[in-house]
């Protein structure tokens, strides 16, 4: 175990909102990391991102920099967009 896993332990035995605050925030960062990771990969700047989209840029860079969760409709769209396969998991904690 790391130390920064024995700290996150730690947090969760000590506030019981811990853990869930924790899952939604890293889910947000892992969603921003692969929308920013597909958006370099097409060599789009973010306007041009946007406009294939369909969305507003300010909603996608919100994304990227983890200030707004996004909606399941977004990412089927941006998927649909670039001929990628939308896929939500479930782990058990």
Known sequence: MTQTDELIQ????NDPNFLQMYNEDSVRVEIAIQIRTLRD???LSANEFA???NLPVSRIKDIESCNASVDIDE???????????????????
């Open 41 to 43: 990969s097409k060599k």
């Open 51 to 53: 406009k294939k989209v």
């Open 75 to 93: 990412l089927s769209k941006i998927a649909n967009v670039f001929n990628h396969k939308l896929s939500i998991e479930l782990e058990e904690l």
């Open 10 to 13: 730690e947090m969760c035995d």
